[in-house]
């Protein structure tokens, strides 16, 4: 079952916050989120495994809720280099991970 | 480690023709993923490989597509025969057990 990301875009402003939601209608063992750039492959950025911790990096943070099955991606003050497409890829425990559509994020000057 | 490795990174074929994708994982690594990248599906898992058996074919479009991983440094999608609707981003990844998954750069295919 494909997870299910919204909001499916967004536009901000440099120095502004976003909020990225990923929800799955299975029981997970793992959330994954990546970033596409455009005409790229996607890179990970961070992976939350159940029962850890919330996970950070820089202005980067995450959450999961085990319970409710779902994941946010937090992005704080907002930086150009930020501007591309987020995956979120969910893991039930057989190691196979399986991607929502997407977001697609746009950092304006 | 060079990352995960795919070849051709842009193939053009005309339909009706057959099309080998080929991907060589990151050494260590014990999975292997095929993926398809489209604007309105987004990224679809096509088939997972585990220790080089295919563990979920689930996501293969049909007949005309099949892979295979010999080794465990080598794997390839094929699709015979090729249709417009095939044209996509193709990528493959691959990842140790419970861990991040790498990417390669991906092969495009455009199917005229």
């Known amino acids: 079952q494909q997870p299910v990301q919204s909001p499916q875009a967004v536009i901000l402003r440099e120095g502004e916050d976003a909020v990225i939601n990923c929800s799955s209608s299975?029981?997970?063992?793992?959330v994954h989120w990546y970033r596409q750039k455009h005409g790229e492959a996607p890179v990970f950025l961070m992976i939350?495994?159940?029962?850890?911790e919330q996970k950070g990096h820089d202005k980067i943070s995450a959450s999961f809720n085990e319970k409710k099955q779902q994941s946010s991606l937090y992005l704080t003050a907002s930086q150009l280099s930020y501007s591309g497409t987020y995956f979120c890829?969910?893991?039930?425990?057989?190691?196979?991970?399986?991607f929502g559509k997407g977001t697609r994020l746009h950092i304006l000057p | 480690d060079a990352g995960v490795i795919q070849s051709p990174r842009h193939e053009v074929t005309e339909m009706g023709q057959e099309v080998t994708l080929r991907c060589k994982p990151i050494?260590?690594?014990?999975?292997l993923f095929w993926y398809r990248q489209t604007m309105m599906r987004g990224l679809e898992l096509l088939i997972y490989?585990?220790?080089?058996?295919?563990?979920?074919d689930s996501g293969m479009p049909e007949d005309r597509f099949s892979a295979k991983m010999p080794n465990a440094s080598f794997s390839t999608l094929k699709i015979q025969p090729s249709e417009p609707r095939d044209s996509a981003v193709y990528f493959c990844?691959?990842?140790?057990?419970?861990?991040?998954?790498?990417f390669g750069q991906g092969t495009r295919l455009t199917v005229v």
């Open positions: 990844a691959s990842k140790r057990e419970y861990t991040e998954a790498f």
């Open positions: 299975k029981a997970l063992y793992s």
């Open positions: 939350l495994l159940k029962g850890g």
């Open positions: 890829g969910t893991e039930d425990g057989d190691d196979k991970i399986i």
């Open positions: 050494s260590g690594h014990n999975s």
């Open positions: 490989f585990n220790n080089n058996v295919p563990i979920d």
